[in-house]
């Protein structure tokens, strides 16, 4: 049987890593996955297009509610936003509060001397190299995980841009994926863009710390992004759909989120559904272990629960 799921390209890698470990346990079951965006594959869900999808964003509740559809919402690890640039024999590490990196996406600020950036960066030499913005293009689920982010920290941009999966990025040039965000990037002295965490780690690109609600500056890592999910577990609703971005905690890095399975409740056919279960069953044990090896952040054992039980409801 073949199972088809589209998804996030973002964490495309470690799906198709687990497609193939599945597979391989299972031979039975061959896992097809395709990278459309967040937006797409959770159309292509609620339109009964395909067995299950995935994205970086819940599914927007207007959507859910038109559809008349019962969709599971549940996490499957935990990915980092990260801040990358790009800036020639400049040494040191990036510092960013939040208020200046909207500042940079609403194209407020246009140099990296700006004061703004000059304050929190005191040992670096910045140059007058103008800012080069880089972005995604409409429906990705980075683009609603950066946006919730900067929405709560920036009044002005979410009056602006607007929280979702398609803000109104004033300025910059867009991607359709991250990949492609990261090769020009790194050919583009002055650029800033951002991306998953591991598709940055895994390109040797320049990353960011950020400032987090408890005003300390933290470098995004499997560690401080795991603190995110623990510090907002309690937060978590029956549904699955909270927020993870700006959490409390000295260690929680601030751009950080859950990456979601969108799942039928009930499958059109019971033989894909049993499928689909046994599938997410191995997801929330062997997979999270596999996650792990990869250096994603994996679910924190309280999350983990809760989801593993929404999970084998499913049939």
């Known amino acids: 049987m073949v199972l088809v799921e589209t998804g996030s390209s973002m964490p495309e890698p470690l799906y198709k890593s687990w497609a193939d470990e599945f597979h391989a346990q299972q031979p039975a079951t061959d896992i097809r996955y395709m ?17 299950f999808g995935g994205g970086d964003a819940p599914i927007p509740e207007a959507q859910l509610r038109a559809s008349g559809k019962s969709i599971l919402e549940l996490p ?7 801040i990358i640039y790009e800036l020639p024999d400049v040494k040191g590490e990036l510092k960013l509060t939040g208020p200046v990196l909207a500042n940079i996406f609403l194209g407020k600020t246009k140099s990296w001397n700006d004061p703004a950036i000059a304050k929190l960066n005191p040992d670096m030499k910045l140059s007058e190299l103008p800012i080069q913005v880089l972005h995604r293009n409409e429906g990705k689920g980075s683009n609603y995980i ?25 300025v910059g040039q867009a991607f359709q994926r991250s990949q492609d965000l990261v090769a020009k990037l790194r050919s583009m002295p002055g650029a800033i863009g951002y991306t998953e965490l591991n598709i940055a780690a895994s390109s040797a690109v320049r990353i960011a710390s950020i ?5 300390e500056f933290v470098r995004p890592s499997a560690k401080s992004i795991e603190a995110a999910a623990t510090a907002s577990g ?30 039928p409740a009930v499958a059109k056919d019971p033989g894909r559904g049993s499928s689909v279960a046994s599938y997410l069953k191995w997801v929330y044990t062997s997979g999270q272990k596999i996650a792990q090896e990869k250096g994603y952040a994996i679910l924190p054992p309280e999350v983990l629960e809760k989801v593993a039980q929404k999970a084998a409801t499913i049939r």
């Open 211 to 215: 400032k987090n609600a408890a005003g």
């Open 35 to 51: 990278a459309v965006g967040t937006a797409e594959s959770a159309r292509n869900i609620l339109a009964g297009s395909g067995d």
């Open 76 to 82: 499957a690890v935990l990915i980092g936003i990260v």
């Open 146 to 170: 950066l946006s919730d982010y900067l929405a709560k920290v920036s009044p002005e941009f979410l009056a602006t841009a607007g929280r979702g999966e398609s803000p109104k990025w004033p």
């Open 234 to 263: 309690s937060k978590m609703n029956n549904d699955l759909r909270v927020s993870l971005t700006n959490a409390p905690g000295k260690e929680s890095y601030p751009i950080s989120s859950f990456t979601w399975l969108y799942v």
